[in-house]
């Protein structure tokens, strides 16, 4: 673009709001999307199956370089110096979790899921496995290891 890093930085205001741009498109072009099926009205287990088909398949492009979740990425290297970035993580996080909880909402009216699920802990339990999720696919995990590994926490909270 012929542009200089401090007319890019300028234009933004400076490097911090420049990075806070990028993540909240990241966060609203990217991953905010995928939620969108968790989110709806009706919404059920089969949309927290598709979210994490979504997920795996994002994280396991192979057009895509293995460079991580921006999200992980900001927790683990900015959230300590970047409060405003931290805060972004964290509306995010909660809205993965809300996301979830109302699909498990759904489920539980839909008699998907055991009678003993706690919702609120399971939406929890999900939501850490999302970020988990999103961490080791920086690593190289294939799709189909991910799809297991999701598999196995819903079979967990599935009605027999």
Same mark, same amino acid.
């Given at each position: 673009?012929?542009?200089?890093?401090?007319?890019?930085?300028?234009?933004?205001?400076?490097?911090?709001?420049?990075?806070?741009?990028?993540?909240?498109?990241?966060?609203?072009?990217?991953?905010?999307?995928?939620?969108?099926?968790?989110?709806?009205?009706?919404?059920?287990?089969?949309?927290?199956? /598709?979210?994490?088909?979504?997920?795996?398949?994002?994280?396991?492009?192979?057009?895509?370089?293995?460079?991580? *979740?921006?999200? /992980?990425?900001?927790?683990?290297?900015?959230?300590?110096?970047? *409060?405003?970035?931290?805060?972004?993580?964290?509306?995010?996080?909660?809205?993965?979790?809300?996301?979830?909880?109302?699909?498990?909402?759904?489920?539980?009216?839909?008699?998907?899921?055991?009678?003993?699920?706690?919702?609120?802990?399971?939406?929890?339990?999900?939501?850490?496995?999302?970020?988990?999720?999103?961490?080791?696919?920086?690593?190289?995990?294939?799709?189909?290891?991910?799809?297991?590994?999701?598999?196995?926490?819903?079979?967990?909270?599935?009605?027999?």
């Amino acid at each position: 673009m012929g542009l200089s890093r401090q007319s890019l930085y300028n234009t933004f205001g400076g490097k911090e709001q420049l990075f806070h741009r990028v993540l909240d498109y990241y966060i609203e072009t990217r991953m905010a999307p995928m939620l969108a099926g968790m989110e709806a009205e009706g919404a059920d287990l089969r949309a927290i199956e /598709v979210y994490f088909d979504a997920l795996a398949r994002g994280s396991t492009d192979p057009e895509e370089p293995r460079n991580g *979740c921006l999200i /992980v990425n900001t927790v683990v290297e900015q959230a300590q110096a970047d *409060c405003d970035a931290a805060e972004r993580v964290t509306q995010f996080s909660t809205r993965i979790e809300k996301a979830l909880l109302n699909a498990l909402r759904g489920a539980q009216a839909a008699e998907q899921l055991k009678a003993s699920i706690r919702l609120p802990e399971a939406a929890k339990f999900l939501a850490t496995l999302v970020h988990g999720l999103m961490t080791i696919s920086k690593v190289g995990t294939s799709r189909r290891q991910q799809l297991a590994t999701a598999r196995l926490a819903l079979t967990a909270l599935r009605a027999e």
